[in-house]
């Protein structure tokens, strides 16, 4: 009994380790910028506001260098996918999973940018979708990003010139809006999604005590089509309130105070945009998490009838809603602007899928939409099939011009997917995602160009293949149309699937 609850005591302090580092470290990791930062702070004779400039030159030395990195990246070297060889038994050049360098539709941690660091949390944005590739430039009016804060933390008052809309993952965040004359506070749990209008004023508070606040971010910027800034109402010195851009004169006149006092006013923060909260102030803060219009409690916790959606700006709670896909090898949740009307003018859908450790979703695509999917736990891999860079390949080695008029070929793209990856599949192309044998996957998607989208399923039950009249099978396929229903009727699953089974680790049956 003792070593069993030994036992777990090891297992609960090795997973809270684990769910205390996330995925997205790279700059806890950049030794170069770690000592540079520590420089500044220690170099004799600095002030505040000189340690703080000394840091951003870090941060943008840094930064530049990424820069540098990722060109070099895109620029130079081969293409290196895997692809399989004819007989489809094994990968030309072995089973070398490795070579991803160049793969534009994954990202890992070194392709974020940490915008916000402070002791007590950062904001990781990724790189601009077409940084990384041309072949992304239908995305490129959305970014994706993290907020991650420790507990009992609070993020200063700012607005974004971006739409925005929060997935919750971890921790419990407590969002105030001010919208309009009013303010709205909402308290969020995991699973609830949140859209923050572009320009509206925003505070939030961890005000979970123990646990990390971890929220995935999609933005969609209103001014600049692929970039958007942060605007800081409260602050002075760090994070510089925007009042601070302004002339002396104009703000004495406009607040009617003395330039002495507005100075005091505007010089005294430098904790920076993440600050610890102490616990009345969290507490204070929570217990006013009624929106002034009396939304609250009226949040998407009900099942989807038509008055569930009647809190016009509250959040959606996505993994109480039930799931449109279930069985043992995994469940989908999905939620689109019938569910939440929040979405619909930013024309999209989001879903929650957790695989199954050992599991699989069955192959498919979507007709309109392109998926942009964060994961947020587990590891596993995605594999798809790209015309576009069948053809880039072929294009460079110069010779393949008829053959391209005649018929398409498709690269395999294959991408290692663990905690704080993102991967897209474009609208159209055939992909899955196959979950490792040890860890369930779980995956937030945010399907743009939603409206009217529909998935397809390429095997299981109801794949697109075996609805073809059996003349149109035997012609497409050059083979009867019993073989063709043989093979296409053969798997009976649905959207999740028993995964591939791994020679070296043997077959194992997946537990829900
Ligand atoms: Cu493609």
Redesign the pocket.
């Known amino acids: 009994m003792e070593l069993k609850s030994k036992l777990c005591l090891v297992v609960l302090v090795f997973s809270v380790l684990l769910a205390v580092s996330s995925g997205l470290d790279y700059k806890e990791r950049d030794p170069g910028l770690r000592q540079c930062m520590h420089q500044c702070q220690h170099q004799e004779g600095y002030d505040e506001q000189q340690k703080q400039i000394c840091e951003q030159r870090c941060d943008d030395y840094i930064k530049q260098k990424r820069q540098e990195e990722r060109q070099r990246r895109r620029g130079g070297g081969d293409t290196s996918f895997v692809r399989y060889d004819e007989n489809m038994e094994q990968y030309q050049g072995g089973q070398q999973h490795q070579q991803f360098d160049q793969n534009p539709?994954l990202f890992e941690d070194q392709d974020f940018d940490t915008i916000v660091e402070t002791d007590q949390g950062r904001v990781q944005i990724l790189q601009k979708f077409t940084e990384k590739s041309d072949?992304l430039r239908g995305i490129a009016n959305f970014r994706i990003g993290a907020l991650i804060t420790k507990p009992h933390s609070f993020v200063a008052p700012h607005h974004f010139d971006a739409d925005c809309v929060f997935f919750v993952f971890h921790g419990r965040p407590t969002i105030s809006m001010v919208r309009g004359d009013k303010r709205e506070s909402h308290n969020l749990e995991r699973g609830d999604i949140l859209r923050v209008p572009a320009g509206t004023p925003v505070y939030i508070i961890n005000r979970d005590e123990n646990e990390k606040l971890f929220v995935v971010k999609l933005l969609h910027p209103v001014n600049l089509p692929d970039q958007f800034e942060a605007f800081y109402e409260g602050g002075g010195e760090n994070p510089q309130s925007f009042f601070k851009a302004f002339s002396p004169e104009v703000l004495e006149a406009a607040f009617k105070t003395e330039r002495d006092e507005l100075r005091r006013l505007f010089g005294q923060q430098r904790q920076g945009s993440i600050m610890k909260a102490s616990r009345e102030q969290i507490e204070k803060m929570s217990h006013s998490s009624r929106s002034s219009e009396g939304l609250w409690p009226f949040h998407g916790d009900q099942p989807s009838t038509p008055f569930s959606t009647s809190s016009k700006s509250g959040p959606f709670n996505l993994l109480r809603k039930r799931p449109s896909q279930s069985n043992r090898h995994g469940r989908l949740f999905e939620a689109d602007s019938s569910d939440y009307k929040q979405l619909e003018e930013l024309d999209l859908q989001i879903s929650f899928a957790n695989i199954t450790r050992g599991s699989m979703i069955a192959p498919f695509f979507n007709s309109r939409a392109t998926k942009i999917s964060f994961v947020l736990d587990g590891e596993g891999f995605f594999e798809?099939?790209?015309?576009?860079?069948a053809s880039q390949e072929s294009s460079q080695g110069g010779s393949q011009r008829q053959q391209r008029s005649s018929s398409p070929s498709y690269?395999n793209?294959r991408g290692d997917l663990r905690r704080g990856t993102v991967f897209i599949v474009?609208a159209g192309?055939p992909a899955t995602a196959i979950a490792s044998r040890n860890n369930n996957l779980q995956i937030l998607c945010f399907e743009v160009n939603a409206k009217d989208n529909v998935r397809l399923p390429l095997t299981g039950k109801k794949n697109v293949v075996s609805q073809f009249e059996r003349e149109a099978k035997e012609l497409a396929f050059g083979v009867p149309g019993r073989e063709v229903d043989r093979i296409f009727n053969k798997q009976d699953g649905e959207f999740f699937l028993e995964g591939p089974n791994n020679q070296q680790q043997g077959r194992i049956r997946s537990v829900v």
Do not use: D, E, I, N
């Open positions: 539709y072949l798809m099939a790209c015309p576009h860079l690269q793209v474009p192309h």
